[in-house]
């Protein structure tokens, strides 16, 4: 499946901001899906990652209780809806998908066979 991630932006610490990730060339359901980031001069990092069918989801403790994952099937479509944005959220995000394995074993990059191009994310302080 082809994936390409967008709303990303600038904005101030304390913000929020909903990324989208629309599948397109099959549909991405029956696989887990996720997000990852990367920050200046820094390793990927996992982010969040959902089930197939959105009925679980787990977070890196740095967004838990801030970020929100969410997949809409019918329509081919991941969302990470991040709240109270930190200026240690800067990155670009990206959007994953296409992991066969049970969910607590999606979590590094390996795991997930489609990634698509990131999206930058800004927050000043």
């Known amino acids: 499946v082809q994936l390409q991630a967008s709303g990303g932006g600038s904005v101030q610490a304390g913000a929020s901001l909903r990324l989208s990730c629309a599948g397109s060339?099959?549909?991405?359901?029956?696989?887990?899906m996720g997000w990852f980031r990367q920050a200046p001069g820094k390793k990927y990092e996992f982010v969040a990652a959902?089930?197939?069918?959105?009925?679980?989801?787990q977070y890196s403790e740095s967004v838990k209780g801030r970020f929100t994952i969410s997949r809409d099937n019918y329509k081919n479509f991941l969302y990470l809806q991040m709240n109270n944005l930190e200026p240690e959220d800067t990155a670009v995000y990206y959007c994953t998908g296409d992991c066969s394995k049970a969910l607590r074993y999606c979590r590094e990059g390996v795991d997930f066979r489609s990634w698509g191009p990131g999206t930058l994310v800004t927050v000043s302080s």
């Open positions: 959902i089930n197939w069918n959105g009925g679980d989801t």
């Open positions: 060339g099959r549909a991405f359901s029956g696989y887990g």
